[in-house]
């Protein structure tokens, strides 16, 4: 009986990055919870729209509301942290709903990406991605929750001296 080879592993390092990366982002998600709990007062109602709103939406709704915010700092200090958010939903999207091979290098795994292009036909794309861009983008993610519950802090501070 022939004995066959098994195909290589992904590296524990990268594994735990990947980890984090989800982590992180369940984190930044629970963060627009708790941002919606403090501007509304009210954490049932506050559930209620974080469980039934996609992320971005939910990012959206949070946006509107400090529309109103009189504290034009504020407001701009969030509309900020909110395109960072989109920006790392994104990242985090393409991180989790990707296909991967573990890479050549120590800590690297190989991003495959297939799309299909009008004229081009299937299209590959290859990315190489290592534990400690991951753990980067996990770092990101964590800062901006504490960022987005911070502004919701402020904001509603604001609210009650005016």
Do not use: C
């Amino acid at each position: 009986m022939e004995s066959r080879k098994a195909p290589p592993d992904f590296d524990d390092e990268f594994l735990r990055a990947v980890g984090r990366v989800t982590l992180e982002f369940a984190r930044l998600e629970k963060g627009a919870w708790v941002a919606l709990s403090i501007l509304f007062d009210n954490p049932v109602f506050s559930a209620h729209l974080a469980t039934q709103l996609p992320f971005s939406k939910l990012s959206d709704l949070i946006d509107a509301i400090f529309q109103v915010v009189r504290d034009l700092t504020l407001r701009s200090k969030m509309s900020e942290t909110i395109k960072r958010i989109a920006e790392l939903e994104q990242k985090r999207n393409a991180i989790v709903h990707s296909f991967w091979l573990p890479g050549e290098l120590p800590n690297t795994a190989e991003r495959i990406k297939d799309r299909i292009e009008r004229g081009k036909g299937l299209q590959t794309k290859y990315e190489t991605h290592s534990s400690t861009d991951l753990n980067e983008l996990a770092n990101d993610i964590s800062q901006a929750a504490a960022e987005f519950i911070l502004l919701a802090g402020q904001a509603k501070v604001a609210s009650l001296e005016k």
